[in-house]
């Protein structure tokens, strides 16, 4: 491979030989101009591990409630007890959202005030006993933590009781930026900070639940901040090793107006690539089609995504942001995106157990 | 491979239609754009992307060619069938320069009706009503369709055109020039030479013209090689041709529309773009087209090789007509053009700056 930057050069010593990469790295990563290189370089990660293989999955977004006690400047999805628009989905409605052929339940809520533990409980072992064949990942570390603060039931026995009850895996949710400085300027000072977060997710781990991880990112964070919010998903997965899939969320900016545009697509393509270079001990790397647009994930797939995600049918959260793809999307259209990129699409559940190879 | 074709492009030796092969059906994506880049900075080296002010109104639906891509037209005598009198193409023209527009790309169905003194009387009536405006008007077939209907040479209605001041043609009706699909997809335009003997002799006579493809519906690499070789051949001669101009093709709406067998997305684009961009080795410009694929796909297609962003097309029919929508303004292009990492000058219809910003 040639350079037009030679300061990739070192850089793609390592790759080849399969050596850790540094933050120094990843920062030139970030601030070179060859931005093609950095995508050649984790497409090359990206074949080594997973060939031409692309992973999608039938999955149903629920999202119980939107009434929520915090107060997070890029959200536009939350709202109090009682104003305008809050909701409350009863049980029966979300065991009836789960339709035939789902694969994976996907379940992210507000930090509801007045709702009890064993509401969510219930929640979980009512989909799992009408639908046992569906895995179910649900709550961010945020939500888990929530249920501390709110009933102070630990994270172990929480997962541990939600686990029985059929829980699967969780969420990467609210993780944000893994930085003091921007919790406090976007205000998600009161949801649970890096050190909790990392430890919930080991919790999980060691329960034998895997886990995913994201990154809000094209806000006001800077770049070091994102290196070290990957930096530091790395160190976790070293330790506890049950994530799966990297899920880099590109902050959607129509509601809630932090920065008047969405980041660019070659930075949300650059930051696939540098995710992709850097957690070497995440199995997978995923274009969220939902908030990055069907051109551009289907182009990540060439930048060192192999998971474009779901059909994510209503899924309210970015939907309510401004994500300007339509909520529910058929797996003609998720076809579409992976062949148009030359790979093949491989429809999975949520613990990326293979259902079926499609042609190319 | 790569290797063999960085080696030539470096050389300055030309990609013959192995090359080409292989680079539309099996080079990696971003190897090919990363040579697409190269080239395209050796060719303009500062970060420089150029935009026009434009807009791209249509005399008449009315058409006799029933193209099996378009769902634009209306037969001759078809209730929903409209012609402009020349006062309302000028009005059009007028609030395209009212809104800042350089050149007016005006172009229509191929009515029998209209004399040739309706073309010559917009012609002449455009600069000398709005001299800040280049008539960029009427593609080959229309020319071949007027020639056809007066009785006149094609080469006199270019000749009358060019006296009445007009200076570029638009690209437009090329599709894929494949004697192939031609017939396939418009068997009443004639083959490729019909679209090339028009820019042939419009280049001889000193015009400039852009060059356009539209694939994504029945061409394979093989056609879309004989296109490129036909306008890179042609290019030779006289050196004409300002840019080139692919987009994918919008089926609703169409006849056509059944047929496609695998949509051409994001990924299709690079590819083209990159392949044009190293195939037309003497095309001084490729442009990313915001509008047909999607202003993030234009934004991404800056660094694949292309290093023009196309217009602000204030008005646009014809994609419309398959129900496909996208407007932007000034100030976005700008914006784009910028976020993007590049530096954007307004141009003309000729491709010369007239602002950086």
Same mark, same amino acid.
């Given at each position: 491979?040639?350079?037009?930057?030679?300061?990739?050069?070192?850089?793609?010593?390592?790759?080849?030989?399969?050596?850790?990469?540094?933050?120094?790295?990843?920062?030139?990563?970030?601030?070179?101009?060859?931005?093609?290189?950095?995508?050649?370089?984790?497409?090359?990660?990206?074949?080594?591990?997973?060939?031409?293989?692309?992973?999608?999955?039938?999955?149903?977004?629920?999202?119980?409630?939107?009434?929520?006690?915090?107060?997070?400047?890029?959200?536009?999805?939350? $709202?109090?007890? %009682? @104003?305008? %628009?809050?909701?409350?989905?009863?049980?029966?409605?979300?065991? #009836?959202?789960?339709?035939?052929?789902?694969?994976?339940?996907?379940?992210?809520?507000?930090?509801?005030?007045?709702?009890?533990?064993?509401?969510?409980?219930?929640? =979980?072992? #009512?989909?799992? @006993?009408?639908?046992?064949?569906?895995?179910?990942?649900?709550?961010?570390?945020?939500? =888990?933590?929530?249920?501390?603060?709110?009933?102070? *039931?630990?994270?172990?026995?929480?997962? #541990?009781?939600?686990?029985?009850?059929?829980?699967?895996?969780?969420?990467? %949710?609210?993780?944000? *930026?893994?930085?003091?400085?921007? #919790?406090?300027?976007?205000?998600?000072?009161?949801?649970?900070?890096?050190?909790?977060?990392?430890?919930?997710?080991?919790?999980?781990?060691?329960? %034998?639940?895997?886990?995913?991880?994201?990154?809000?990112?094209?806000?006001?964070?800077?770049?070091?901040?994102?290196?070290?919010?990957?930096?530091?998903?790395?160190? @976790?997965?070293?330790?506890?090793?049950? !994530?799966?899939?990297?899920?880099?969320?590109?902050?959607?900016?129509?509601?809630?107006?932090?920065?008047?545009?969405?980041?660019?697509?070659?930075?949300?393509? $650059?930051?696939?690539?540098?995710?992709?270079?850097?957690?070497?001990?995440?199995?997978? *790397?995923?274009?969220?089609?939902?908030?990055?647009?069907?051109?551009?994930?289907?182009?990540?797939?060439?930048?060192?995504?192999?998971?474009?995600?779901?059909?994510?049918?209503?899924?309210?959260? @970015?939907?309510?942001?401004?994500?300007?793809?339509?909520?529910?999307?058929? $797996?003609?259209?998720? !076809?579409?995106?992976?062949?148009?990129?030359?790979?093949?699409?491989?429809? $999975?559940?949520?613990?990326?157990?293979?259902?079926?190879?499609?042609?190319? | 491979?790569?290797?063999?074709?960085?080696?030539? &492009?470096?050389?300055?030796?030309?990609?013959?239609?192995?090359?080409?092969?292989?680079?539309?059906?099996?080079?990696?994506?971003?190897?090919?754009?990363?040579?697409?880049?190269?080239?395209?900075?050796?060719?303009?080296?500062?970060?420089?992307?150029?935009? &026009?002010?434009?807009?791209?109104?249509?005399?008449?639906?009315?058409?006799?060619?029933?193209?099996?891509?378009? /769902?634009?037209?209306?037969?001759?005598?078809?209730?929903?069938?409209?012609?402009?009198?020349?006062?309302?193409?000028?009005?059009? &023209?007028?609030? /395209?320069?009212?809104?800042?527009?350089?050149? &007016?790309?005006?172009?229509?169905?191929?009515?029998?009706? +209209?004399? +040739?003194?309706?073309?010559?009387?917009?012609?002449?009536?455009?600069?000398?009503?709005?001299?800040?405006?280049?008539?960029?008007?009427?593609?080959?077939?229309?020319?071949?369709?007027?020639?056809?209907?007066?009785?006149?040479?094609?080469?006199?209605?270019?000749?009358?055109?060019? /006296?009445?001041?007009?200076?570029?043609?638009?690209?437009?009706?090329?599709?894929?020039?494949?004697?192939?699909?031609?017939?396939?997809?418009?068997?009443?335009?004639?083959?490729?030479? /019909?679209?090339?003997?028009?820019?042939?002799?419009?280049?001889?006579?000193?015009?400039?013209?852009?060059?356009?493809?539209?694939?994504?519906?029945?061409?394979?690499?093989?056609?879309?090689?004989?296109?490129?070789?036909?306008?890179?051949?042609?290019?030779?001669?006289?050196?004409?041709?300002?840019?080139?101009?692919?987009?994918?093709?919008?089926?609703?709406?169409? +006849?056509?529309?059944?047929?496609?067998?695998?949509?051409?997305?994001?990924?299709?684009?690079?590819?083209?773009?990159?392949?044009?961009? +190293?195939?037309?080795?003497?095309?001084?410009?490729?442009?990313?087209?915001?509008?047909?694929?999607?202003?993030?796909?234009?934004?991404?297609?800056?660094?694949?090789?292309?290093?023009?962003?196309?217009?602000?097309?204030?008005?646009?029919?014809?994609?419309?007509?398959?129900?496909?929508?996208?407007?932007?303004?000034?100030?976005?292009?700008?914006?784009?053009?910028?976020?993007?990492?590049?530096?954007?000058?307004?141009?003309?219809?000729?491709?010369?700056?007239?602002?950086?910003?």
């Amino acid at each position: 491979m040639r350079f037009a930057d030679e300061r990739l050069e070192p850089i793609w010593e390592k790759v080849r030989s399969e050596t850790r990469l540094s933050r120094e790295d990843a920062l030139t990563l970030y601030e070179t101009d060859d931005f093609l290189s950095v995508g050649r370089m984790a497409d090359h990660v990206k074949s080594r591990r997973e060939g031409d293989r692309v992973y999608f999955v039938i999955n149903r977004h629920i999202t119980p409630t939107n009434v929520c006690v915090l107060s997070c400047s890029f959200c536009g999805f939350a $709202r109090k007890p %009682g @104003q305008a %628009g809050a909701y409350e989905h009863s049980i029966e409605d979300m065991v #009836a959202m789960v339709k035939d052929e789902t694969r994976e339940v996907h379940i992210v809520g507000g930090h509801h005030p007045d709702w009890p533990f064993e509401y969510y409980e219930r929640m =979980i072992e #009512a989909i799992h @006993q009408a639908r046992p064949d569906v895995q179910i990942k649900a709550f961010t570390a945020a939500e =888990i933590d929530y249920m501390w603060r709110r009933w102070k *039931i630990e994270p172990k026995d929480a997962l #541990a009781r939600l686990k029985a009850a059929g829980l699967q895996s969780m969420p990467g %949710g609210g993780a944000e *930026i893994f930085s003091p400085r921007l #919790a406090k300027l976007l205000k998600y000072s009161g949801k649970a900070d890096p050190d909790r977060w990392c430890e919930i997710h080991g919790i999980a781990h060691s329960l %034998g639940l895997k886990t995913n991880a994201t990154m809000l990112y094209g806000h006001v964070e800077r770049l070091d901040e994102r290196v070290d919010h990957m930096l530091r998903l790395r160190e @976790q997965q070293d330790l506890s090793g049950g !994530f799966v899939t990297f899920i880099p969320l590109a902050y959607q900016e129509a509601a809630t107006q932090l920065v008047p545009r969405q980041t660019p697509p070659a930075d949300s393509l $650059r930051t696939i690539a540098i995710a992709r270079l850097i957690l070497d001990n995440f199995a997978h *790397i995923e274009a969220y089609w939902v908030t990055l647009g069907e051109e551009t994930a289907s182009i990540a797939l060439h930048f060192g995504a192999d998971d474009v995600n779901g059909t994510l049918e209503d899924e309210k959260i @970015q939907h309510l942001s401004g994500a300007s793809t339509p909520a529910g999307v058929a $797996r003609e259209q998720l !076809f579409r995106m992976i062949r148009d990129a030359g790979k093949v699409p491989v429809e $999975r559940d949520a613990l990326y157990n293979v259902v079926k190879v499609w042609p190319r | 491979m790569i290797d063999e074709i960085r080696a030539k &492009v470096d050389g300055g030796a030309r990609l013959d239609r192995k090359d080409g092969h292989w680079l539309l059906t099996e080079a990696p994506l971003l190897e090919l754009g990363t040579l697409a880049a190269d080239v395209r900075f050796r060719r303009i080296p500062d970060k420089r992307v150029t935009f &026009v002010i434009d807009s791209n109104p249509n005399y008449t639906n009315v058409c006799i060619t029933d193209c099996q891509f378009c /769902a634009f037209y209306r037969k001759p005598g078809h209730p929903e069938a409209w012609t402009l009198t020349v006062d309302e193409v000028l009005a059009k &023209v007028e609030s /395209a320069a009212a809104n800042g527009a350089t050149t &007016v790309l005006l172009q229509g169905g191929h009515n029998p009706e +209209l004399p +040739l003194e309706y073309y010559l009387t917009i012609v002449r009536e455009t600069l000398r009503r709005f001299p800040q405006v280049t008539p960029h008007f009427f593609t080959a077939s229309e020319i071949q369709t007027v020639a056809k209907v007066t009785g006149l040479a094609m080469t006199d209605v270019l000749d009358q055109l060019k /006296a009445a001041g007009q200076r570029t043609l638009p690209g437009g009706g090329a599709e894929v020039l494949s004697t192939r699909v031609r017939r396939r997809i418009e068997p009443k335009k004639g083959g490729p030479e /019909a679209w090339l003997e028009v820019h042939r002799e419009a280049h001889r006579r000193g015009f400039k013209s852009t060059a356009t493809m539209m694939y994504g519906h029945v061409e394979e690499p093989d056609d879309v090689l004989d296109h490129l070789d036909a306008i890179r051949a042609l290019q030779d001669e006289f050196g004409g041709f300002t840019a080139f101009v692919p987009w994918s093709f919008k089926p609703n709406n169409t +006849l056509l529309e059944k047929w496609i067998k695998q949509h051409k997305g994001p990924n299709a684009y690079m590819r083209m773009l990159a392949v044009s961009r +190293l195939y037309l080795d003497n095309f001084p410009h490729v442009q990313a087209s915001w509008f047909s694929e999607g202003k993030k796909a234009g934004q991404i297609a800056l660094n694949f090789g292309a290093d023009d962003w196309g217009g602000t097309l204030f008005e646009e029919n014809v994609h419309k007509a398959a129900a496909y929508v996208n407007t932007i303004s000034v100030d976005e292009i700008v914006t784009l053009i910028r976020e993007a990492g590049f530096t954007p000058a307004q141009r003309n219809t000729e491709y010369e700056i007239l602002r950086t910003y």
